[in-house]
């Protein structure tokens, strides 16, 4: 038996396994099958499938990548947002390689991917979907689009094809310590009550993967699925847009349901309708923040800013700003949000925020 039927007998013996106590085991079991037949199936695509025009090279401050069903209007999106034209028609599968583009936004370079269409089955191989979900791991978001005409079982089956091969969007990785060890069996602990696995199903799946020492410690109240996610290292966890597109065809009511999901924007890139508040939201997903320097006794350089991530420290800016300044920090002076006074002394591990500025002195 080859491993698409392994897993697809396991897939069915899933939906007609009844959930109770009385098959929790089971089913955990199966679910680690499942995940390690899955897992073997993306092994040999590597190398032997990275395919022609998918190489593209990561540039700018963040790399964005086009996931959607053919002919929702990704083509459309990409010539409409950046320079660059990527051919768009009526017909499905219009796009057939990765045609990257910049969007500049706010000071920073955000690398958008068009991608050919995937469809049901992309992550078995179909079409070009392989050598697409290839790209979207590598990406820093997934800009889902879809068609506001049709119907959302679009979108779940895309969230499906990502899922299945290990792409999480939108989830934080499973709260779980987990290290293999030399020697001593499995040490499992929690740090809180468990509602839905135990130490016998951990054991179990542990097992699975031929794992017989280890260290396990749950820190929240995972289930099966969280604990073969640690497991496998092939996991990428990613924020994802969902962008509806072609709104000029819908209903305004339709429009304004859809716009209140969580992670939607909606637009329509024919008419360019709510582009900027797509770019809005684009912005905030990816986290990024505008930093400015300034020089001391002179004005703040606002022509050129730093892109960083939230959450960055006065110590990553000092990095940014040049390789050998965060061994030379003594202190700095930053003006903005992220202070209560502005200026106000920092040390190394200050937070900053979007548009503070900042003034490093020298030891
Ligand atoms: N009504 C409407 N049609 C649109 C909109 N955006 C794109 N389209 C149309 O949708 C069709 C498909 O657009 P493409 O940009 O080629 O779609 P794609 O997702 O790149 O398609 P593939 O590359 O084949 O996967 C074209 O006929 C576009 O004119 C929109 O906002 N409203
Ligand atoms: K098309
Ligand atoms: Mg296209």
Known sequence: ?????????????????????????????????????????????????????????????????LIGFPSVGKSTLLSTLTHTESEAASYEFTTLTCIPGVIQYKGANIQLLDLPGIIEGAAQGKGRGRQVIAVARTADLVLMMLDATKKDVHRSLLEKELESVGIRLNKRRPNIYFKIKKGGGIAFNSTCPLTKIDE???????????????????????????????????????????????????????????????????????????????????????ALIRVYTKKPGQPPDF????ILRRG???????????????????????????TKYSPQRVGSNHVMADEDVIQVVKK
């Not at 020492?213 to 996610?229: K, M, P, Y």
């Open 1 to 65: 038996m080859g491993i698409l039927e392994k897993i697809s007998e396991i897939e069915k013996e899933i939906a007609r396994t009844q959930k109770n106590k009385a098959t929790e085991y089971h089913l955990g079991l199966l679910k680690a099958k499942l995940a390690k037949y899955r897992s073997q199936l993306l092994e040999p695509s590597k190398k032997a499938e990275k395919g022609e025009g998918f190489d593209v090279l990561k540039s700018g401050d963040a790399r964005v990548a």
């Open 200 to 286: 016998k199903m951990v054991q179990m799946i542990l097992h699975e993967y031929k794992i017989f020492n280890a260290q396990v410690l749950f820190r929240e109240d995972c289930g099966a699925e969280d604990l073969i996610d640690v497991i496998s290292d092939n996991r990428v966890y990613l924020p994802c847009l969902y962008c509806y597109n072609k709104i000029d065809q819908i209903s305004i009511e339709e429009v304004d349901r859809i716009a209140r999901q969580p992670n939607s924007v909606v637009v329509s890139c024919n008419l360019k309708l709510n582009l900027d508040g797509l770019l809005d939201q684009l912005w905030e997903e990816l």
């Open 303 to 306: 022509d050129d800013c730093l």
């Open 312 to 338: 960055v420290t006065v110590e990553h800016v000092c990095h940014a700003i040049h390789r050998t300044l965060a061994d030379a920090f003594k202190y700095g002076l930053v003006w903005g949000t992220s």
